[in-house]
């Protein structure tokens, strides 16, 4: 039983991480005991789509996805159990932010702390490759296999 979120620019990494996680967690059977969302750490792109080879990316691993991004909120500290980020950028704004929050009670962490295969930091493919998308699908469905396996 929780609740995660999952922040960054909010239209690669994360969105990714968030329709993963939800296609895990509906193929359980556990969608009524999460609330699953993403959104960004800047304003950057707030408003837009997934970028198109994530979207591509994951229409090729059969995973709907249907996210606009949105900058995290100070409720969002508030409502969420977990906040997964992707890499130590995201970690210090997040802390940072999370300070300024009388009652967090989300407890920031890198979602590659979950990673089988150790690979702590899930690297933005922005600027990479349809290849780098498909490591990043890869990495957050390591971690979000591990991290939906953990006691909530």
């Known amino acids: 039983m929780g609740t995660g979120n999952l922040p960054a620019g909010n239209i690669c990494r994360s969105p990714i991480a968030e329709a993963v996680f939800r296609k895990l967690v509906t193929d359980e059977k556990l969608d009524h005991k999460w609330r ?12 837009s789509a997934p970028d198109y080879r994530g979207q591509n990316c994951m229409k090729k691993h059969g995973i709907t996805m249907n996210h606009i991004a949105r900058q995290i909120t100070k409720e969002d500290f508030q409502t969420f159990d977990h906040i997964l980020c992707m890499d130590e950028s995201n970690l210090r704004d997040l802390n940072r932010k999370s300070n300024q929050v009388k009652d967090c009670k989300a407890k920031i962490e890198l979602l590659g702390s979950y990673d089988p295969q150790k690979q702590l930091i899930i690297e933005d493919p922005y600027y990479g490759s349809e ?11 390591r971690c979000c296999k591990a991290f939906l396996e953990m006691p909530h």
């Open 36 to 47: 699953i969302d993403s959104a960004a750490t800047s304003a950057y792109e707030i408003g």
């Open 131 to 141: 290849k780098d998308f498909e490591t990043v699908y890869q990495q957050c469905l």
